[in-house]
Structures are given as structure tokens and as C-alpha cells.
């Protein structure tokens, strides 16, 4: 078979230099993180099916709003008391599959979901105060804090808001609406890098 | 704009909400021995009350969960937030029902 990742593209290929030219290191810059494997999962918490799950992914799930476990390889993001989202570095179809058998015969869900969004990096002194004039969210450190994800909206549409550093963000929107989140922060970081 | 208390993911803003009418409207046991008059009253009649409401939520892009709202409808101050099928199942930290700032 045809080897299809030298055909695709990214949902924000075409906003890659303008990101590039707004992005100031020392305030506050802006890039996508392209082609990142997301898998949909959704098991009972506290079954044998969650613990063989948690076994895939080296991590127990996170149990409440916020949380997320695992490393770069395998993050699972918490979306809901039964469901999370699986962020992978690594080929996501293996991952389906590994998840999917880990689940056996018992109810739940392991589905590829790649292209349903893209990552979008925000980072730099500034980035929170760029992000504060969008999203609801409280992101001040006091209830914040590197390692919390969620799902919130950002300019009135939904993201799922993910801090990854001190510093440093990943908004993940739907793919359709990458083109205006991305440009509704170019216009929001706009007084930092005039 | 309101403040609502998800039970899973705590205060957020009511933008993120999605409204569900009416709570506890039971559907109807035998449906087909229903008349017309009757099943219009269940689908499309629903109290109205100034003061005290027991109310459908969903936090439709956070968790997507449903749970219940009693909102006062004069006040808008949400005077319990819970999942089951009263307010006795509520979420710790929302008032209670029955004490001071609860339902009349
Ligand atoms: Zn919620």
C-alpha cells in the first residue's frame, strides 16, 4: 500500500508561517503539533476491563475532572466519569488494537479518533494571559497546574485545554474548528508581538 | 450568567451548559393507553412555578453528563445540584434543601 502520510495534511498546514512570524519566544509563541495518534476510550472504572486497560496504556486512568496519567507514549486525559481520550506519539491503529483487546467482551470502547482534532501549542510568559481572554476556565496556578486537562471552551468553542509546562498549553479543537481557534489567537497574542 | 456546579468537574460557567427542562417527569407506563389530550400533556405541559425548580442539565461540552438543578426561578440561585432521583443524593458543597438558602 501507497505509504498515504506523505499525502496527508494538517488541519492548520496553511496557517504555519503566519504562527510562525507571530511567535515571540519571550512573550508568547504559536505552532501546531500535527499528525498526534488519539484514540476514544470508554470502560467502567473499577473493572478487570479498566485494570487490563490501564495495563496498555502503563498507567492507571484518571479518575476525576482534570486529571491525566501516562507519558508522552500513552496519555490518557480524562473527558468523563467513564470515558477519556488516549494521546499517543506512537501508531494509533496499534494502540486501537492493543486497547480493543484489552477490552475483550466486556462493554466499552477503543476507536481511533486522530483526525477528529488537532494540537495546537501555546507557550511562552505570556500564554495564560492569551488564553484568559477566551476561556472560562480559572488557569491561575492556585487551580491549574501543569498536568490538568479539560474539556472547557475557548472563543465560545469547545477545546480540550491541556497544560503541559510551566508555561506551555495544548489546545486540542475539533479539526473544523482549528482554522478559527488558531486565528482568534493569532489576533488574541497580537499585543505581545507587535 | 450562572455558575453551575458540575457533580463531575465543579463550577463552570452556564455557557457550557445545555438545558433540559423540567426534572422528574416520569414517562408514562403504558404509553398506548394514553389519550391524545393525555400524551400532549405529557410531552409538551410543564409547570411553571416562581420560586423553587427542579430542572435538566447537561454539561454538554465538558463531561456531557446530565444531572438536576434546583434553581430558584425569581432569584436564579441554585439551591441544590444532584444526580439521583432527589435531592438527597446532592453534591457535597451545594446547599441543602430544607436549611437556610434550600427550597422553601
Ligand atoms: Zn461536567
Redesign the pocket.
Known amino acids: 500500500m501507497a505509504d498515504l502520510t506523505t499525502l496527508r495534511r494538517s488541519p492548520l498546514t496553511h496557517l504555519a508561517d503566519r504562527m510562525a512570524a507571530a511567535s515571540v519566544s519571550v512573550t508568547v509563541s504559536l505552532s501546531e503539533v500535527p499528525f498526534l495518534g488519539m484514540v476514544s476510550l470508554r470502560v467502567e472504572p473499577s473493572t478487570p476491563a479498566a485494570t487490563r486497560v490501564a495495563d496498555v496504556l502503563g498507567a492507571p486512568l484518571p479518575t476525576g475532572?482534570g486529571e491525566t496519567t501516562g507519558d508522552d507514549d500513552r496519555r490518557a486525559l480524562w473527558l468523563?466519569p467513564d470515558e477519556w481520550l488516549v494521546v499517543t506519539t506512537g501508531d494509533p491503529v496499534v494502540l486501537t488494537r492493543e486497547l480493543d483487546a484489552a477490552l475483550g467482551e466486556d462493554p466499552g470502547l477503543a476507536l481511533d479518533v486522530s483526525a477528529n482534532r488537532t494540537v495546537v501549542e501555546l507557550a511562552g510568559p505570556r500564554a495564560r494571559t492569551v488564553l484568559e481572554k477566551g476561556c472560562p476556565v480559572d488557569l491561575h496556578r492556585r487551580s491549574f497546574v501543569p498536568g490538568r486537562a479539560v474539556a472547557t471552551t475557548l472563543a465560545r468553542v469547545p477545546v480540550l485545554l491541556w497544560q503541559t509546562g510551566h508555561d506551555a498549553y495544548r489546545l486540542l479543537p475539533r479539526s473544523s474548528f482549528a482554522d478559527y481557534v488558531a486565528r482568534w489567537l493569532l489576533d488574541a497574542m497580537r499585543e505581545f508581538n507587535g | 450568567m450562572l455558575l453551575l456546579t458540575?457533580?463531575?468537574?465543579g463550577p463552570?460557567d452556564e455557557t457550557e451548559y445545555h438545558y433540559g427542562g423540567q426534572a422528574h417527569v416520569p414517562y408514562p407506563e403504558d404509553p398506548a393507553a394514553l389519550s391524545d389530550e393525555e400524551w400532549a400533556q405529557y410531552l409538551f405541559y410543564r409547570d411553571n412555578p416562581e420560586g423553587p425548580y427542579a430542572e435538566r442539565w447537561s454539561?454538554s461540552l465538558?463531561?456531557?453528563?446530565w444531572f438536576n438543578v434546583v434553581r430558584d426561578t425569581a432569584t436564579y440561585e441554585v439551591l441544590a445540584v444532584y444526580t439521583g432521583a432527589s435531592p438527597d443524593s446532592q453534591v457535597p458543597g451545594t446547599p441543602t434543601p430544607g436549611h437556610p438558602g434550600g427550597p422553601r
Not at chain 2, 6 to 9: E, L, T
Open positions: 475532572c468523563g | 458540575c457533580p463531575w468537574c463552570r454539561h465538558g463531561c456531557r453528563r
